[in-house]
């Protein structure tokens, strides 16, 4: 039999220099635990003879809840001590200022801005919003826009391809958001009202061209669609947009293989000192390509030419963007510089309607 004492002596003075709870732990489960040094003992008095039982067992009773205490007191102490170390650690300085919060520094990128305002605009004129996907095969992006392979528009397109699949085809980045009219013919019977906004990617770079970029492209699918039509949608859009009630604009033949006929839309300018007046003036600004959807596109989609028609119409929204406010350099769009953006950007609660105003 160990001695009682010794023993008691021993785990007390574990439990005092125990400094913190968990150290303090492992002295409770060596002592008290169900393998403990006191709980064995406790064990061995089934064993014992009735006189060695009647003093063993009030003795290690006593030494039980003597120890039991003795690891409560000091847990509470070292409770306190680790409570007192977070209080100083995490102490918050109420003399500070308050940090404004992301509703009053946050901003909204132009472009968001621009997506926001077109949609806006769109919606009003009973359109509804398409999405796709920015990877894409050379079906939709190419083929079943009356662009076959060898056609010279694949060129001009600086297309960013993917590697060869199994089957020799490759995927690749959208250069327009035009494969989005194909999927949504596709998809969803006519009449057919659509807007698609969207990131659109060509391998180029400069002041006015970044490899990423975005476009918006109208489509109207119906019966008796007409060059009319195309022309009011265009001119109600660019004076929306623009805020201007008497916008110039001039419908310029065209070419593009998956309209016919093609125009080219530009608005009236003035340039003075470095600046762009719109809607007035004697010099022109391009600013979107339009047409009627080509027979063989709506072929594709298995729509019947003889019964549909309709149109479509692809604008640049950066392009929007730089000339609605102001910005100079495309690039600069996407470099991620807050002092850019604290300039160029928009708040985030003055969302753009039409009742409230687009960019007040
Ligand atoms: N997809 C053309 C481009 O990126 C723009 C375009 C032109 C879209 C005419 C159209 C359209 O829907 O009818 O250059």
Redesign the pocket.
């Known amino acids: 039999m160990p001695d009682l004492d010794e023993l008691e002596a021993e785990t007390l003075s574990a439990i005092e220099t125990a400094g913190d709870e968990a150290a303090l732990e492992a002295v409770r489960v060596a002592a008290l635990g169900k393998k403990g040094a006191i709980s064995d003992l406790m064990k061995g008095l089934g064993a014992m003879g009735a006189d060695e039982r009647k003093t063993m067992g009030p003795a290690l009773n006593g030494l039980k809840d003597r120890i039991g205490d003795a690891i409560a007191a000091r847990r509470e102490v070292l409770r306190r001590a680790a409570l007192t170390a977070r209080l100083a650690a995490e102490r918050v300085d109420v003399t500070l200022p308050v940090r404004p919060g992301p509703l009053v520094e946050g901003r909204i990128h132009p472009v968001s801005q621009v997506v926001d305002e077109v949609t806006a605009i769109c919606a009003d004129l009973g359109f509804s919003v398409a999405e796709g996907p920015d990877i894409e095969t050379d079906f939709y992006n190419f083929t079943a826009l009356n662009i076959p392979p060898e056609h010279p528009a694949r060129q001009m397109h600086d297309t960013f391809y993917f590697g060869e699949q199994e089957d020799g085809s490759r995927y690749l980045l959208r250069t327009?958001t035009?494969p989005v009219q194909i999927r949504t013919m596709q998809s969803v019977e006519p009449p057919i009202r659509v807007v698609i906004p969207g990131r659109t990617y060509r391998c180029d770079s400069d002041q006015t061209h970044t490899p990423m970029f975005h476009?918006l492209?109208g489509l109207v699918i119906d019966k008796q669609t007409h060059l009319g039509h195309l022309k009011w949608v265009l001119q109600e859009f660019c004076r929306a947009f623009f805020e201007i009630d008497n916008v110039r604009m001039r419908f310029r033949p065209s070419h593009?293989p998956?309209?016919e006929p093609?125009m080219e839309v530009d608005i009236a300018c003035k340039r003075e000192g470095g600046e762009v007046r719109l809607g007035e003036g004697e010099d022109w600004l391009e600013i979107l390509?339009?047409?009627m959807v080509h027979p063989n596109v709506l072929r594709h989609c298995n729509l019947d030419p003889d019964i549909y028609q309709g149109f479509?119409?692809?604008i640049g929204l950066d392009r929007l963007a730089m000339l609605k406010y102001g910005a100079p350099d495309l690039r600069a769009f996407f470099d991620a510089d807050a002092r850019w953006i604290r300039h160029y950007g928009f708040r985030p609660l003055d969302l753009p309607t039409l009742f409230g105003g687009l960019s007040r």
Do not use: P
């Open positions: 327009h035009s476009q492209e593009f998956f309209t093609s390509g339009c047409g479509a119409w692809g």
